[in-house]
């Protein structure tokens, strides 16, 4: 399978700890983006790579939130300190071009207790 | 600011009928518009797009979209509805300034036998 891939695809954590995820984008594709999505709302935009590059943060990510793509292939989203409002489902998206879709990986949901 | 607007929280519909999922878009210049669907824990799946040409746009699983720029419409339609089209339906448009994905607020759609 050569879609976006993410890991973990559950996490549950306690308060105060920190997380990280991993999205795997298409391989070629050098636009690799970070939604957050709560219990039936749309996808909240994050922050966005274009290859190594992150070119977009959102008001959204506080500074305990912070993304890499160290070599314009995979990244990492890190939350410290997690916070019970932090509960949601995290997607990770790539795209080839500036007027296509967006390609989604399964997400990975986080529960912080 | 572009935006996307989905009126409808829930739409209801009966198998072998079709069915009309509403988005309005306000973008400044043209509009780059998206349909996808989502099941539950699942990630985003692509439908089909608006990016220039023939107004009315094919996409998977037997659905079509119409794009009206008089209306600044785009709403997602199917001529017989199944079962399995229950899910959650969000439209997007492709903000030109961030190269980002805004996303309405979801449709949740629910075919009854």
């Known amino acids: 399978d050569t879609g976006v891939s993410q890991d973990p695809r559950h996490k549950i954590t306690k308060r105060g700890q920190n997380v990280t995820f991993r999205c795997d984008p298409i391989?070629?594709?050098?636009?690799l983006y970070w939604y957050r999505q709560t219990l039936g709302q749309g996808p909240e935009f994050l922050t966005y790579f274009q290859n190594e590059a992150q070119l977009e943060k959102s008001r959204l990510l506080s500074d305990r939130f912070s993304a890499e793509r160290p070599k314009g292939s995979f990244s990492t989203l890190e939350i410290q300190r997690t916070e019970q409002g932090d509960s949601a489902m995290y997607l990770c998206?790539?795209?080839?071009?500036?007027?296509?879709?967006?390609?989604f990986g399964e997400g990975s949901r986080l529960t912080v207790l | 600011a572009q935006s996307v607007a989905q009126p409808e929280d829930q739409v209801k519909v009966a198998e072998g009928n079709p069915l009309t999922v509403k988005c309005t878009y306000s973008?400044?210049?043209?509009?780059?518009l998206f349909w996808y669907v989502q099941y539950p824990n699942r990630g985003l799946q692509f439908l089909l797009k608006?990016?220039?040409?023939?107004?009315l746009v094919k996409g998977s699983y037997g659905f079509e979209a119409e794009f009206n720029k008089s209306q600044t419409s785009f709403h997602l339609k199917k001529p017989s509805a199944l079962v399995s089209d229950s899910a959650l339906y969000f439209c997007?448009?492709?903000?030109?300034?961030?190269?980002?994905?805004?996303f309405g607020t979801g449709t949740r759609l629910q075919v009854f036998p």
């Open positions: 973008v400044s210049g043209n509009p780059y």
């Open positions: 997007a448009v492709r903000d030109m300034n961030t190269d980002k994905l805004i």
């Open positions: 998206a790539s795209s080839s071009d500036r007027v296509g879709e967006l390609f």
């Open positions: 391989s070629e594709h050098n636009r």
């Open positions: 608006y990016i220039t040409g023939d107004n």
